[in-house]
């Protein structure tokens, strides 16, 4: 069975409420994306009865925030695993270090024509408490694709 993948993000986006007394250091030129952002891609020819794979790394995830239930969804469906956080070098002072994510999409969850991914930062825990921070970069979905299209592509590249 063939493979292909599509690039969903190519450059870092950083995620939050952008609070000054960040525990994490974030560079400050890196494209703000806000509490939640659409990102929208394309599968050309995907066998939606297959899984497939969701990859990409983050930077800044960090344990004290994971109840607050961060979104990773693609059109809609949320992507089990999720954005769990990162390790961490010095627990004091809480330095982050990237980690990749891989993550199993189900099937039928991805369409041939658009498909969204949606992350979102979750609630904070407390009302003084600010949003987790974090960024992430090289968002990669690699799907099984139709018998039919390769014996398509097949045919096309031999004609020429």
């Known amino acids: 069975m063939a493979t292909d993948f599509t690039v969903i993000i190519r450059v870092r986006h950083h995620f939050g409420d952008e609070q000054q007394d960040q525990p994490i250091p974030i560079d400050p ?10 990102f929208d891609f394309t ?13 990409f790394i983050s930077f800044g995830i960090l344990p004290f925030f994971v109840e607050t239930n961060h979104t990773l969804q693609i059109n809609g469906n949320d992507i089990f695993g999720g954005l769990q956080p ?3 070098h010095s ?26 991914l949606r992350i979102a930062v979750g609630e904070p825990m407390s009302d003084t ?13 690699l799907f099984k694709t139709r018998p039919s299209v390769l014996i398509a592509e097949t045919r ?5």
């Open 86 to 88: 990162g390790p961490i």
């Open 43 to 55: 599968c050309p020819g995907v066998d939606r009865s297959q899984e497939a794979i969701l990859q």
């Open 91 to 116: 627990v004091a002072n809480a330095n982050p270090i990237w980690k990749t994510h891989s993550l199993i999409v189900h099937p039928y969850v991805l369409r041939d024509g658009n498909n969204t």
């Open 29 to 38: 030129n890196i494209p703000f994306a806000g509490l939640s952002r659409d």
């Open 129 to 141: 408490d600010n949003r987790d921070n974090f960024v992430i970069d090289n968002a990669t979905i």
């Open 156 to 160: 096309f590249s031999h004609s020429l």
